[in-house]
């Protein structure tokens, strides 16, 4: 098995907890996330602000905005949508919605589908219902925010409805695409007539910022800024090749963030083109390091998950707070690349079962959810190496609060609450004061 080590270690106080201890999710959740929208802010713009300038932080400038030094990455599927991504943006940062099959935070939209037999026209009707729900989450998200912050949209390069998905976050007034998983090389014609929304392509190495440069600059357009994920320390879908890659050194922020200013310094842009840093920011004091060689924002996934206003299910983001790093397994995901996930009990079960079932990987099975999520699929497509089971089910039980069925993706290392969940004017504020160590209560 293509495992990290930690793999077979079991995770006894994970799964004692998340079977015996998390709660029945409460009836109407859904109903409670859409009356709950614009609750829970503790914090002013203003106040975070001071605290920002308090701690030595640089605020970011994009878009001809300034924003904190704090972006919310995005999270599919469903995790952070309309709530999140509005709530971060309503206090001064960035907040980004995932696009990826975001009709399940939507009633209406998935009936729209229930009762079609497998085929194109099913099919049709999903992505259509995705490309609705994407609009509505963004019109949502910019009315929470009200015009403060910024409100980008995060597509990954490795579904089939990239195209798609990124017209409708263009034609919605999106303030900006995030793409990762996946080199987004054409995103500058898909976005010719939208000179005005930002374009940034998530890289891990100095090597696929200076590929995707060339590639960009033919096309006059230069990436608006580039966040630099770490693949040792971030959560979901890791920008290395194999499991065996995520330590290099190549992609340590001491590495990168220098080589990407050099590179920006020689092609003359120097100071225009943001850098933002992500995987395993926990304290105000990284945001402080990463300023230091050379960033000017942070990205996280994981502690926003752990706060109020995250879509997610409650008992996700109980599985997130309370895993620790001995819980997380890194892995192959169905897309072809490595992944960070907790280590919960289908996932084990999964994994003790991979090899076998990549030895007998079909060639061109049928998409077990009928829209073909990804443009290549391990599973549907019978490649040996890859992942051999259904994402968008694992991701879509995983919204849903099932602990035992989910995949629920985690990055490294202590949130900055510990186990308890936080709105994000609170995390926001934590994040911003130096000296309070990961892992201490509000
Ligand atoms: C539950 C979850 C789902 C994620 N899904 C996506 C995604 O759909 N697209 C993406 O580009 N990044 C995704 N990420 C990565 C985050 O955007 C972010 O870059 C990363 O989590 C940063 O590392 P951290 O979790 O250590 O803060 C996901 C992260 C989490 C925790
Ligand atoms: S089988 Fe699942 S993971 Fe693969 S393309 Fe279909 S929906 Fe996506």
Redesign the pocket.
């Given at each position: 098995m293509r495992l990290a080590n930690k793999a077979t270690r079991a995770p006894a106080r994970l799964i004692e907890q998340t079977l015996h201890c998390i709660k029945a999710p409460p009836p109407g959740w859904r109903q409670h996330r859409l009356l709950a929208s614009n609750s829970i802010v503790a914090m002013t713009p203003s106040s975070l602000i001071e605290r920002m300038a308090a701690a030595g932080l640089r605020p970011l400038q994009l878009a001809g905005r300034q924003l904190l030094p704090i972006v919310q990455?995005?999270?599919?599927v469903g995790?952070s949508a309309h709530r999140l991504a509005g709530s971060v943006a309503a206090l001064g940062a960035w907040g980004?919605i995932?696009s990826?099959d975001l009709r399940r935070h939507h009633a209406d939209l998935m009936a729209r589908s229930e009762k079609l037999r497998d085929g194109d026209e099913k099919k049709a009707v999903i992505v259509q219902a995705n490309q609705e729900a994407l609009s509505r989450e963004i019109r949502q998200a910019r009315a929470i925010a009200s015009g403060r912050g910024l409100v980008a949209v995060?597509v990954?390069r490795a579904v089939s409805d990239y195209t798609a998905s990124v017209r409708t976050a263009l034609e919605e007034g999106a303030d900006a695409l995030?793409v990762?998983?996946g080199l987004p090389l054409d995103l500058p014609e898909l976005a010719q007539d939208h000179p005005e929304t930002a374009l940034i392509p998530?890289l891990s190495d100095a090597r696929g910022v200076s590929l995707l440069w060339r590639k960009w600059e033919r096309r006059q357009r230069i990436p608006s800024a580039i966040?630099i994920?770490h693949p040792a320390?971030?959560?979901?879908?890791l920008g290395a090749a194999r499991v065996d890659d995520l330590g290099d050194a190549r992609f340590d922020f001491e590495t990168v963030l220098p080589a990407v200013r050099r590179h920006l310094r020689d092609a003359g842009v120097e100071g225009r083109v943001p850098l933002i840093a992500?995987?395993?920011?926990r304290r105000c004091e990284d945001i402080q390091r990463l300023q230091s060689l050379g960033a000017d924002a942070a990205?996280?996934?994981?502690?926003f998950?752990a706060t109020e206003e995250c879509d997610a299910h409650p008992n996700f983001k109980q599985v997130?707070a309370e895993a620790s790093d001995e819980d997380l397994v890194e892995f192959t995901s169905v897309a072809g690349l490595p992944a960070r996930a907790v280590l919960t009990p289908w996932l084990r079960k999964y994994l003790k079962a991979e090899e076998r079932l990549q030895a007998v990987a079909q060639l061109k099975q049928r998409c077990t959810m009928a829209f073909d999520c990804l443009a290549q699929c391990g599973l549907r497509d019978g490649l040996k190496g890859w992942g051999q089971f259904c994402i968008d089910q694992r991701l879509a039980a995983a919204l849903r609060g099932e602990v035992t069925k989910g995949l629920?993706?985690?990055?490294?290392?202590e949130l900055p609450f510990g186990q308890q969940i936080a709105s994000v004017g609170q995390l926001l504020e934590r994040l911003l004061t130096p000296g309070i160590p990961p892992g201490t209560p509000a």
């Open positions: 990455g995005g999270m599919g995790i980004t995932a990826v995060n990954m995030v990762g998983a998530i966040v994920e320390h971030a959560a979901g879908h992500a995987g395993g920011v990205q996280l996934g994981t502690a998950v997130l629920f993706f985690r990055g490294r290392g």
